[in-house]
C-alpha cells in the first residue's frame, strides 16, 4: 500500500470513529438516563439496545442543576425534532434539537420555570407547564401564551394526535389530589376525565387519541399505569407491581405501553411484560418516534 493509500484509509478511519458517537439516523427511542453521570438523553432502536447519548452538553451531577440538566424529552409529530426540558441555565427552560442531537436551541426565555412540551399535530406549536400553568409558544421560539383557565395547578399537558385537544393533570386549590382533564387546543371546553380522587398524572395519548394512560396511586400508596376513555369511562389497570410504576408512553402501534420501573424501562402488551434496559443507569422518560405515514 502506497503512503497516499495508507493516509487515506487512516483517515476515513478516524472519520468513522468520530461519526460513531451519535446515530446517522434517527433513534426509534429516547429516554433520559444517568449513564455518563448526568441526566442526559439518549436514542437507541425501538428495543432500547444500542444507546447513544444525543445531548452534547453535559451538566455538574453534583449539584442540582448539573444532575436534572435534560429531561422529558418529546418528539416532533414527524419524527426529525426533539423538544426537552434542561437546567443548563440554572433555571428550567424549553429546548429543540434535531433528532441526531444536532442543532440545539431554546426556545423559552423568561425567569420563570418551563417544563413538560408537547408538539401539535402540525408541528408548529410546542404546549408546556409553566410553574402550575399551561402555555403555548411557536416550536421556533416566541412569545410564550397562556392556554386555559383556572386558579389550581395544571401540569403535564400533552397534545392529542390530531392536535385538536390537550390533556393535563390539575390540582385545586386547597387539595393534594390531582385529577386528569382535556380541553380544546384553544383553552375552551375543559372538562374532567378521572374521578378517582387520588394523584392521577402524566397523561399519555394511545396514538388513535380515544384513550389515555396514566400513572395513579388509586389503590394504595404505590404508582400504577392505567388507561381511561376520553368519557371517562372503561378505567383499566394495567400493571400490577410491588413498587412504584410511572411515567406511561405508547409505542408507535398502540399495541404497549411503555413505563419506568425502579430506573429501567419496560413495556406491557396485553398483560405481557417486556424489560427494556438494564435499570442500572435510572433510565426514564420513554417516547418512541411516531410512525410517519407514507
Known sequence: MTRLALAAALTALLVAGCGSSRPKAPPALIFVSVKDGDYAIFGANA??????RLTKEKGDPSTPAGLFFQVEPAWSPDGTKIAFASLRDRT???YVMNAEGTGTRRITDTDQEDEHPSWSADGKTIVFSREGAIFEIPSTGGKAHRVGRGLGNARNPVFSPD?????Y??????YSIREIYVMNADG???RQVTRLRNV?????WSPNGKTLAFQSNLRGRRFEIYTIGLDGRGLRQVTHSQTDVIQPAWTP???AIGFVREGAIWTDEGGEEEQLTSG???DSSPAWRPERPE
Open 47 to 52: 428495543d432500547g439496545s444500542h444507546p447513544q
Open 92 to 94: 428550567p427552560h424549553i
Open 163 to 167: 392536535g385538536g385537544l390537550i390533556a
Open 169 to 174: 393533570d390539575y390540582r385545586r386549590p386547597g
Open 188 to 190: 375552551t371546553g375543559i
Open 200 to 204: 392521577s398524572n402524566l397523561p399519555a
Open 253 to 255: 402501534d398502540g399495541k
Open 280 to 282: 442500572k443507569d435510572d
